[in-house]
């Protein structure tokens, strides 16, 4: 890698003039930047894999452009992924970071000790999420850098030394020698072919052996061989260079996600498990280039919806509030909203809840997660336009199809407060008439969700992730049981006005 890397910090939504990026005055090399830039996203666009069961992202941006961020003529604007990625343009290497929205404030350009506390969050999002299993529970706040993907390659090699050094992985492989005796089955067309050159005694055959140098060995090889040519971190660079060292004897070939995919692990084997899932998140983000090619990329972008909705399930489902029995995404009725004549049943239109909760009376409750920013946030240009008593129109047109297909009445906007500023007013419910809805009055509350620490915070050292952030889960989760609550009251509390 090259000496210097040039760091551009990037907020969702936010232009970022080319004129604020060094050595861009030359138009040529802006031009050159542009085009690199360019085939640098459509390589990660076009290998990205979706990093949640239920995201949507592949099918709905199956187009051949990519959607990470709007190359313009005179700005750059990040779309709905945060993360960070490299590439080269000429003869620089440049370490682009993504970040959420809810950080941004006018002029303001975070610092290394700013990007720590933003990748902390980051960080602590993915991992409560169900993505970097491991990294609540055996990262520290102290390792987490200023650069997001020398964070993560970081926990992935203490991982893997720490998981081979303990004891070293054997596992069944499929084989394919020339033997003496027949093991396994015979492959008789490679036998004809011995037979004809008078070779009687050659048997090929295919056989299924436990052996050290095995599939996921060599993808972990693999794996460690590309991260060790792209880290700058000696520490990491010295980790995988021991993993390297212990499976010396396993043969070094090329690997792709489909390899990680053929391997079956025992469910005993959770920490093989974590660093198959790292191997695959690697594999899928690294360009089928080489790191030390001219214009090789590596990556890592998640799309904040999907994000934002993961983590708002998986809290509500390690502390379901009051009066709740499940927690899941299926809600009541047909999942569809439309039909086509002469058919009788719908099918068409299907309806994607991000939250269906359950209630213990038998009554159901759906809360939809929309990552964006209110009229009632922060005035730094990100709000966004059409919003209607803190509900967009098309928010509100959802909800009421929500309400029409599933027959559900309580119906909750689930919006993320702003890092900065003061707390997020309360934003009063609406009530939707019930010749709208079919009868019941539905009742659609908005409500911000706090889900990062105070300006002030500044993680200690040698404090792990998940402790650090131990209260401010409780306090999602106390935050999401007092919209439910809200959901719940009874009707008689109702003001007598009416949104139609």
Not at 325 to 334: A, D, I, R
Request: glycine share 8%; aromatic share 10%.
């Amino acid at each position: 890698m090259n000496e210097r890397v040039f760091s551009l910090n990037l907020f969702e939504f936010v232009p970022m003039p080319y004129d604020r990026i060094g050595g861009l005055s030359d138009m040529g090399c802006r031009e050159a930047f542009m085009n690199d830039l360019q085939r640098c996203l459509e390589e990660l666009w076009s290998s990205r894999n979706g990093l949640f069961e239920q995201d949507v992202s592949k099918e709905e941006d199956d187009s051949g452009r990519q959607s990470f961020i709007e190359i313009g003529r005179l700005h750059l604007k990040p779309r709905n992924w945060i993360g960070s990625f490299r590439f080269r343009s000429m003869d620089r290497e440049y370490a682009v970071n993504v970040l959420p929205k809810i950080f941004h404030r006018s002029e303001y350009e975070p610092d290394g000790d700013g990007l720590r506390r933003i990748f902390a969050h980051v960080l602590w999002w993915m991992s409560r999420s169900g993505i970097l299993k491991v990294a609540a529970s055996r990262m520290n706040t102290g390792s987490v850098s200023s650069d997001l993907l020398e964070t993560v390659v970081g926990l992935f090699s203490r991982l893997a030394l720490d998981v081979y050094s303990d004891a070293a992985y054997h596992g069944h492989f499929m084989m394919e020698e020339t033997l003496g005796t027949i093991r396994g089955s015979m492959d008789f067309v490679g036998y004809a072919r011995n037979t004809s050159r008078g070779l009687y005694h050659r048997i090929p055959c295919r056989f299924d052996a436990f052996r050290f140098d095995n599939r996921l060995n060599r993808i972990v090889k693999y794996v460690c061989v590309l991260l060790r040519d792209f880290t700058s971190s000696d520490s990491t660079r010295s980790n995988l260079d021991e993993v390297l060292f212990i499976l010396e004897e396993v043969c070094l070939i090329p690997m792709s996600v489909q390899d990680c995919d053929r391997v079956s692990l025992n469910p005993v084997h959770g920490d093989l498990s974590a660093i198959l899932d790292y191997c695959r998140l690697f594999l899928s983000s690294l360009s089928s280039l080489s790191w030390k090619d001219e214009y090789s990329v590596f990556g890592i972008m998640i799309r904040s919806e999907s994000l934002f909705e993961s983590l708002m399930l998986s809290i509500l489902s390690a502390s379901p509030p009051a009066g709740v029995c499940s927690v899941g995404t299926e809600g009541p009725g047909s999942p569809y909203l439309a039909r086509k004549l002469p058919e009788t049943k719908a099918r068409y239109y299907r309806m994607r809840h991000d939250i269906v909760l359950t209630m213990e009376d038998g009554r159901h409750v759906i809360l939809d997660a929309k990552y964006k920013r209110t009229t009632n946030a922060q005035n730094t240009g990100l709000s966004e336009p059409d919003m209607v008593y803190g509900i967009s129109r098309p928010d509100m047109y959802q909800m009421i199809s929500y309400a029409v297909g599933t027959g559900v009445t309580r119906i909750g906007l689930v919006y993320p407060a702003d890092a900065f500023g003061p707390p997020s007013p309360v934003v009063p419910y609406c009530l939707v008439d019930n010749r709208i809805s079919g009868g019941g009055t539905v009742k659609i509350q908005p409500f911000h969700v706090n889900i990062t620490h105070p300006l002030h915070w500044n993680h200690e050292p040698h404090v792990r992730l998940g402790t650090a952030f131990g209260a401010l889960e409780e306090s999602i989760s106390l935050q999401l049981s007092e919209l439910v609550s809200k959901l719940c009251e009874e009707r008689e509390s109702y003001p007598s006005e009416y949104v139609s």
